[in-house]
């Protein structure tokens, strides 16, 4: 029986408890007929302190969701061939109806049709994800994985399978040491291949699986973030980008993609890697996706070695059994290329005469449309958009025949949105599945959101504004001045559960998210231009955002102002702190930010501050040192919250500490929080919750509004030491706690 797939009940208020427990839908996958798309959905309870995890169909026709199964180790489900049978992977595995290893991973197959009677195809001994697959016929389907390698023999590796160690030491002869919030290991990334054929009982059998990379040094999905956008599969091989094995990966982003011919399913490939040449393009590459036919490709690839925000050119590969003949679209005599825009995912139309390409506009994450072969380029050959708001989160042909697309996407009201599109007619739009009722189910709506354009440092900038959704122009709201990480990121039309700035208008706020020079979206010159300014451009970008602000918006409060910022935006609220705008603000928050330049050099990912700062430390230490804002302490005056975490190892927890120490050594009101537990993020829900209420707590006591709720309802523990006392107040009477 088939329910509704969005949220049934509203909330009166968007707290960060509804953020946090609203049901979280994956992408929409169709099957090959149109009638059905699946989808994962997550539910976190705060009353069961338990996640829930599901799998679901959607009737495209009627919107009606039907489950398919609760388990919640079950996830990554795609459609087997054309009917409605269906494969997942079931973390855990399963033995005689036991649970078994936490490292074994089960291939369930199952099916629309019959709930409840689905099976194990397969267990393999490891944990293994992004499943993907590749009829070949009727009775026999290629699929290909990625879990980690043993580098020792090429197999796959099982840490039940290791020895034990009786000691916890790890020797380094190499960067990278932490990756993200780990320790790196040798075990590394790999793609696995193999066949689930049809036996006589109708049942799939897995044959294989196979390490494609086996004896080449390559690591395929890229950590820490890689995954199915690093590879791809068809019906006679498989296509995937690799870091450089020659270079340092901490000091170097150079990927090259390579092909790796498949004859057999069953059985090793009968080559090596083979490596596709491209000319002039040393940086790095993504997006890896074959032609419908299977004998030509397409991906992304950038410019500059060392330079992750470079702009992604598209590259085809029109014959892959040509790798030295690859084209680049688009480009264009002087190096920039035609379009000025850097796409961040592409794929195929079912015809294969059209590129859909995914791309930052303005704010917003567009989905566009690009004829192919190109020949030969010209202005009147650039991308055309698809979609003109929100944020594209995936996009699928409707059916295997169809020229039409499932399109997934989000917004700053809509945690959720699948829309169904006609390239060629992108009007006639139909939208199938809003998951919050177009934000009603959240008590938000559209008409809270607006945007401004203010002058900056050397080109008009661009900000999004959220107003209260009880908002009246007569009155004075806060400001929430929020800035966003990267540098090279932007603030979008896109839900957020770790800032979203809906549920800090909710507060109280009007809140501005500004998007100053490095913002992607707006044209490569503009994100290229931070590079040896961190606390130039962005910072006269933000001061021109704030008079703007004051001047041309009667509704806000400028002098009950608060500014937060997280990575990058934590770096600048530390450099505000220390400059004439830091004054201008009631409270900062810093998440995870930068306090001393020098102290990148402790970080993961060497060549960012490298090309961000015009070269490593020693050789352009003058830039690193004009911009570090541990320069400015002695100006830091404005109350402060600091919040640092264990497990970043992008910017080690010691920044948080030394700007948390500067502020109680000067007198300063300030708080430290930080979670054991979490990374550069904040991604447990309870964690989560803690965070919000601790950092509305920070800012409303001081633009004179009321606590969120008593921290200390959550359970948190406090540790405060002792501040020196006079004498006097030493003999004073300490009430009872």
């Given at each position: ?47 069961s302190?338990?996640?829930t ?33 269906l ?57 290909a ?59 799939y ?28 599969l068809?019906t ?24 790796v ?5 069953t ?35 950038m ?17 892959l ?9 688009l ?6 290329g ?32 690009l ?35 499932l ?19 992108p ?12 934000g ?73 998210t ?80 930068v306090f ?58 010691s ?83």
């Open positions: 029986m088939g329910t509704s797939a969005e949220i049934s009940i509203g909330a009166d208020k968007f707290t960060p408890e509804v953020l946090l427990s609203a049901p979280r839908r994956s992408a929409a996958v169709p099957n090959a007929k149109g009638t059905l798309a699946l989808y994962t959905v997550t539910t976190y309870s705060f009353e302190h338990r996640k995890s599901e799998i679901r169909a959607i009737n495209i026709f009627n919107g009606q969701s039907t489950l398919i199964t609760n388990d919640e180790h079950a996830g990554d489900p795609h459609w087997l061939g054309d009917g409605n049978e494969i997942w992977l079931k973390a855990g595995g399963n033995e005689n109806g036991k649970e078994a290893s936490k490292t074994k991973t089960d291939i369930v197959v199952g099916s629309v049709d019959e709930i409840g009677k689905e099976y194990t195809a397969a267990t393999v001994c490891g944990s293994i994800a992004d499943i993907k697959l590749k009829a070949l016929d009727q009775e026999r389907i290629a699929f994985f990625v879990a980690k390698v043993r580098p020792e023999d090429g197999s796959m590796f099982n840490p039940d399978d290791e020895p034990k160690r009786y000691t916890s030491g790890k020797l380094y002869d190499s960067v990278m040491v932490r990756h993200w919030d780990k320790y790196v290991t040798p075990q590394r990334n790999t793609i696995w291949y193999g066949l689930l054929q049809r036996d006589l009982d109708g049942r059998k897995m044959l294989g699986p196979v390490n494609a990379l086996k004896g080449s040094p390559l690591e395929s999905p890229i950590a820490p973030f890689g995954g199915a956008d690093h590879f791809d068809s006679n091989g498989i296509i995937f980008v690799a870091k450089d094995p020659a270079l340092s990966p901490a000091f170097n982003t150079k990927c090259d993609f390579y092909y011919p498949i004859e057999d399913y059985k090793a490939p009968s080559s090596m890697p083979r490596k596709a040449q491209v000319k002039g393009l040393e940086g790095a590459a993504t997006s890896p996706v074959f032609s419908p036919e299977g004998n030509s490709a397409a991906y992304l690839k410019k500059q070695n060392g330079y992750e925000s470079d702009k992604n050119r598209i590259i085809l590969v029109p014959d059994s040509k790798l030295s003949d690859t084209v680049e679209v480009s264009s005599d002087d190096g920039k035609l379009w000025d825009r850097s796409p961040g995912g592409v794929r195929w139309s079912n015809d294969g005469k059209m590129l859909l390409l995914q791309a930052e506009e303005s704010g917003r994450g567009l989905l566009f449309k004829a192919v072969p190109i020949s030969p380029p010209d202005l009147d050959s650039l991308p055309e958009p698809v979609t003109k708001s929100g944020y594209l989160s995936n996009t699928f042909p409707l059916a295997a025949n169809s020229s039409e697309l399109v997934s996407s989000t917004n700053l009201v809509d945690n959720s949105v699948y829309t169904i599109i006609d390239p060629a007619n009007a006639s739009a139909r939208q199938i599945s809003s998951n919050s009722r177009d009603s189910s959240f008590s938000l709506s559209k008409d809270q959101i607006s945007e401004i354009w203010f002058p900056g440092a050397k080109q008009k900038v661009h900000a999004w504004v959220i107003k209260p959704s009880d908002f009246n122009s007569s009155h004075q709201y806060p400001l929430a001045y929020m800035i966003h990480g990267g540098p090279q990121a932007a603030w979008g039309d896109e839900w957020s559960t770790r800032w979203n700035p809906a549920v800090f208008a909710e507060q109280g706020y009007v809140v501005v500004p998007n100053p020079t490095g913002s992607t979206g707006y044209g490569q010159a503009f994100c290229d231009a931070i590079q040896e300014s961190w606390g130039g451009l962005p910072y006269q970008d933000l001061v021109n955002g704030f008079d703007y602000i004051k001047e041309n918006l009667a509704y806000v409060d400028t002098d009950r102002a608060v500014a937060l910022g997280a990575s990058y935006g934590g770096y600048m609220i530390n450099w505000m702190q220390g400059n004439d705008l830091g004054r201008k603000f009631k409270a900062l928050v810093c998440h995870d930010g001393s330049m020098a102290n990148q050099m402790s970080s993961d990912e060497q060549y960012f501050p490298n090309h961000d700062m015009g070269g490593a430390y020693y050789d352009n230490m003058a830039v690193w040192q004009k911009w570090d804002p541990a320069r400015l302490t002695g100006n830091w005056s404005t109350p402060q919250l600091i919040i640092h975490n264990e497990l970043d190892y992008r910017l080690p927890i920044e948080g500490l030394a700007a948390f120490n500067i502020l109680q050594e000067q007198g300063v009101d300030s708080r430290f929080l930080t979670f054991p537990d979490e990374n550069h993020w904040v991604l447990n829900e309870e964690n989560s919750l803690l965070w919000h209420t601790v950092v509305f707590n920070w800012i409303n006591q001081y633009v004179g509004l009321p606590p969120y709720k008593e921290d200390q309802e959550l359970g948190y523990v406090m540790q405060s030491s002792p501040v020196a006392q006079s004498d006097d107040q030493l003999t004073k009477d300490i009430p009872a706690r």
